[in-house]
């Protein structure tokens, strides 16, 4: 009985190494990647580590505010940014195309049917107003899309991608864009923070006459508006009015020179617009 025991327990271990060898032997013949992974299969897609940070949410703030610092989200960002203010732009450039199109075509209309000069005044008048309508609507859809453009750009915090000078071009040109509809539109007050920040871009930008002429009516506006507002205090409508003589003298300046009779002319009117405001508060 001892021995069969022995032979039975000989037996089972001799087939036990020879499964291990089999199976060692099959593991170095088979390739690398023939190992059952779900993810070359196709299942699943996971990132480079086990980690599942796709849909990783951080409770602490201060994790989001690091990520946000990282060149790649940045990027990102500016990709956004720089998709909005094209299509803003597209809208400018298809009514401008639309124009030129419905100008030519007004000309080219023989109108017989006018017997009267003011049948000719009235059709002049309504395609002038049909134009005016074209870009009121385009200017009104490109700033939605240039305001969604800064929002983006003002996301960005990574420090190399801001001081690229592609990135400061880009950011100049936006302001540009968004400045020029937003005035044109009559909408005055929002153009002065981007008129502002956009002056202190660049040396460059610090010599655009254009700014300064744009600035110079925003803060005329401003000085107008606060004037007939009753709770406006003298100082406010005195800040801005400061402003907007400043921005005048600074446009001529850069254009004409200190020493030119056009700088000479400006500071006069300068001077006449302040002693006005003078004699009025002493009048009050």
């Not at 039975?8 to 690398?32: D, E, K, N, R, S």
Request: hydrophobic share 35%; net charge positive; charged share 30%.
């Amino acid at each position: 009985m001892k021995l069969k025991i022995k032979n039975t327990t000989a037996l089972f271990i001799g087939l036990f190494l020879m499964l291990c060898t089999v199976t060692a032997l099959m593991a170095q013949q088979a390739p690398a990647g023939d190992k059952t992974d779900p993810a070359k299969e196709g299942k699943i897609q996971p990132d480079d580590t086990g980690w599942r940070i796709r849909d990783f949410q951080p409770y602490v703030k201060a994790i989001e505010e690091l990520e946000k610092l990282n060149k790649e989200y940045s990027e990102n960002l500016l990709k956004l940014s720089i998709d909005e203010y094209s299509t803003g732009l597209d809208i400018l450039e298809d009514m401008e195309n639309e124009l030129v199109k419905i100008v030519e075509a007004n000309k080219g209309k023989k109108n017989l049917n006018e017997r009267w000069y003011w049948q000719e005044i009235d059709r002049k008048n309504q395609e002038q107003r049909q134009i005016a309508m074209k870009k009121y609507e385009a200017k009104m859809k490109s700033v939605t899309y240039f305001t969604k453009s800064i929002n983006f750009l003002d996301q960005i915090q990574n420090v190399e991608v801001k001081k690229d000078p592609k990135f400061i071009n880009f950011q100049a040109r936006l302001f540009q864009a968004y400045v020029s509809s937003q005035y044109d539109l009559a909408n005055m007050k929002p153009c002065i923070p981007i008129l502002e920040r956009y002056l202190t871009l660049s040396e460059k930008n610090k010599k655009d006459i254009w700014a300064y002429k744009y600035l110079a009516s925003c803060y005329g506006y401003m000085e107008a508006v606060l004037a007939k507002y009753k709770h406006a205090t003298e100082d406010q409508i005195m800040d801005y009015r400061n402003k907007k003589n400043k921005s005048m003298l600074q446009a001529v300046e850069l254009k004409y020179g200190v020493d030119s009779p056009h700088y000479k002319h400006m500071q006069e009117v300068v001077q006449s617009n302040e002693k006005k405001s003078e004699r009025i508060n002493d009048f009050n």
